[in-house]
């Protein structure tokens, strides 16, 4: 049987979705509804229309048959400039064999200044967006000056005659009824500079696209009104003849600028669209200045504005040195907006580090931070990303008797153990542990380790007792192997554990901010766990104790098959998941029986599920939200809190009217909380629960509430119970 | 003008001088309240003789003995050693701050169930071991700690006929370098027994071997000596993963840690002989982290500290019944409790407290219990001063085993008082009454 998937990696799949791709992409969409609404609107003028169909297929076509990554092929890259190409060409001229001959080859010029501004901007990190259409539309029209053979169509002035041919009767009104719509001149323009974009000068072609848009992205939507709107207003202020901006047909070029700068290529928000607004009128400075200039060699300047300023923009914000929160770059691409934002909002905070080398507390039990970053002492300057950490007792002191001997201090002599693996690139020994009070100035960092974690990743261990030291330069080291006893020698006036991480292997290194990943801190009665967080002044914090049995169940393996039972109210449901790793080796689950995927990622402390793609009625969607972020930890009394990115969460139409102010203000959201069972935990148990629940919020109600049981037994996840309970509380 | 109180003549020798070796005067302490409660209100509640434990004092001490362990080593398990007080609700106190349950008997692993645990995190030791109970034990995958061959034959067949992997632990008595060596209990690991049990265990494919257990013995002063019992179980361990590459999840390093009482013939005060936790810890876990274990195999390590957890929180009030003179000229007082409720007085000088001293004069003394029988000796001699009918002693450190080991002797057992940690008193155990004793018996017929 040949399923889908297995179509997936034939190749008969990805060679369809990049042919229809080649059509969305010009939205930044890879929505095959969108595309083909968008190849539908193209048919409006059928030789058009079959000739850009014609002039995909061949290009991605031959991108295939040269060998081009399928991956790049599927997403459409190399067919819509061929595309737009094929769509202009075959509207100005006359069909004929001619035509077709320079389509093919201006099908293949496109395709190969794709391939080449992707290599040459690639390197840079940007897109080369429409471009390639320019560079082949222009170099066609000047060339075909020359060609007796070609002449000028007539047909798309009289465009009446052409809709009545394609659909009789019911298309002409239907086209009459679209210009009689008592919409504002703006407006009207508006939807003809989006049926521009396919050559299609009028309403209707507009409509049918927004109406697409709309349904592909609400913010992608307001911001093509948005920045359109901003350009408008420009032209009356500066005085420019709106008959200028109507019938040029490049209005396009403010609304692919404001979806492109606003919506796609940054994360929505009131900067990306503040930007885009303020970018408008320079489109508009450039695409005048272009169009008096253009004017010499009789070329269109179609897209050329918006090229410019966007690939310029997104260049520029790329170097800057302290890349901001508020207007951030895209990192990974999901192709919707909406997804990007809703991700980022989540993803901000949850998974920032969560591929940097995860650092441990470099102690057993629970200590103290006495002195940290930018501390009041010591820690200043170039070494103030750095932390000193002592015991207390019940009492709060760091000591019992009186404290005058380095015997009485908790933490001296406790085993400091190595916070990552690595391995030892620094070692100093042999000096004295310092009588209480005093203070070896001539020896600052004392008894000191230095463990290389990365090439530019060092933590360093100071303040060491004298010869405590069990490790040698060279040796490898893993996370929580013992290295070295808490000690008092060097600038250390009572025994304490200097701590900080650093980009340079020397002891004295300049510290390097770097968050601790994952651990405990017991401010109030039960533990709280941090992620990627600096332990701060005054806070007790310990590690957490990493679980055996949950790192077994969670540590998937490429090629393993998960079984798990899913039981909801009166069914059950045996599933049977893959566990794949990508190109871009991120992990996921794949559910052959709904095609969906969960990616995720597992540190060895804690497991998140990234991402979920696929059909929510899937067994598979159910674990992604059982199973969101689970600490693989033998503690007790902890619940771990997060959220979900809402279009994960919430359906896409109820989504809708979120959707337009989500770069604003969220009304809606969600949360995921999962508890650790009892009030200790068993060695090494064959059996155990644990339990999570997802709820929704809108405005302050909250909505809709799953719980979950997931059951672990021989080692591995076996069943998971869902219950759904509907409550309405403020 | 107020009545001044009555204070009893008696002859005293006046020293002068320099201190003799024995040292200056003793200074007395005087105990008024328990947690901030005066006594003579406790007394005057729930009756005297009257036992009263402090929450505060339990949690404070465990929670001192976890983190003197878990600063030290990564995998720290403390089991609640069920024998040493199994007042329910000092167990749920224990396992209220992460304790698991250790238990020797059939009635103490019921008592732990009970008590929430679950069956997973008991630990069942004891020479003792009914098929029942075992079958029990097994079906709740509890650690079955085994002592003897015995055992293991019986534990091997119920192996088979429940058809379940009992997950189990050996107990290993060894030469730790102290007298006496605790040889009664498990298997001998110099003479090669404790080889011969894991062979037999692991070859025979019934069980798994979670863990290794020894217990050196009780009130061990020399934390050295555990260094050398958990170092030869750690190089044990490290045989079996060569030998079997089968890795051992736990070492059980049992209890005996001494408390703060004073040994009866003991020169030190018991507060300056007993080592602290710091002491311990750092013998068992310097054995453990220095031992050829791959750090990545380091065992949890299982604590079945009793005493030492519980003795401190524990305090016998007792009212003052009268006065005597014995032949000798010897003063002696006689207490409202006795020897069978005070068992640990046979072996601890325990340290008697007035609640109110109103001079500077004391007399060294015999405290008598209740009892008519001559062992019944709280202290063969304290220094007090001089009490009248009706006062109140108090007896400190006597947590451990006594609400456990007391008897039903010639008189009922009294209440026991909890006092919470804001301070509040609440009776965990109720007074018995002659109903309580009476509704065990029967009486047959032809007596009726």
Redesign the interface.
Known sequence: MKTLRSLRFSGTYPFLQGIMNSYSQIFFSESPWFAALLLGVTLINPYAGIAGLFAVILSNALAWALGYDKKQISKGFYGFNSLLSALGLAVFFEHSTGLLIIIVLASFFSLFVSLSLQGILGKYYLPFLSLPFLATIWIVILATRSFEALSFNEKGIFLLNELYRIGGKHMVRLYELSISLPFPVSLKAYFTSLGAIFFQYHILAGVLIAVGLFFYSRIALSLSLLSFYAAWIFYQMLGVDMSLFIYNYTGFNYILTGIAIGAYFFVPSAASYAWAILLTPLVALINISCLNLFHLPQLPVYSLPFNLVVLLFIYATKLRVRPSATLAQVIHQYHSPEENLYNDLVARDRLRHAWQIPIKLPFWGEWVVSQGHDGAFTHREEYRHAWDFVILGQDGKQYKNDGNLLTDYHCFGKTIVAPADGIISDIQDGIPDNDIGVANLTQNWGNTVVIKHHETLYSSLSHLREYSIKVKKGDYVKAGEPLAQCGNSGRSPYPHLHFQMQSTPYAGSRTLLYPISHYLQFQHQTPELRNYNIPALEQRVSNVPADDVLQKAFGFTPGQILEVDIFSTGTTRKTRWEVFTNYLNQSYLWDEESKSSAFFINDGIMFRFTHFEGDKRSTLYIVYLALYEVLLTRCADLAVTSEFPLHQIFSRVSLYGQDLIAPFVRLAGSSYTINYPGENVDLAPDRMTLHSSVSTRVLNTHRMKANFQIMISGGTISAIHTSKTRSHEN | MEKLPFERPFIKKVSTGLPAKFGSKKRIEVIPDIEGIPVSHLMADYGSPLFVLSESTIR?TI??AR?AF??????V?FAWSYKTNYLDAVCRIF??E???AEVVSAFEYEKAILNGV?G??IIFNGPEKSPSILEKAIMN?S?IHIDHFDELYALMELSRKLERKPRVAIRINLDAGIYPQWDRFGFNFENGEAWEAINRILLSGLFDL??LHTHIGTYITTPSAYRTATAKLASLMVEIQHKYNHTI??IDVGGGFASKNTLRGSYLQGYDAAPSFDEYA?AI?SAL?NSQIK??HLP?LILETGRALVDDAGSLLTTVSANKRLSNGHRAVIIDAGVNLLFTAFWYDHNVAPTTMNTDNTEETTIYGPLCMNIDVIRPAVILPPVKKGDHLVIQRVGAYNMTQWLQFISMRPSVVLIDINNKPHIIRKAETVETIRQQEQIPEHLQ
């Open positions: 404070k929670r001192e983190s878990s600063t030290r080593y990564p995998k398990q396992h209220q992460g304790s698991w679950p997973t995190r995958n650690l979670a863990g999840g736990y750092d876990t982290i750090p990545e949890l």
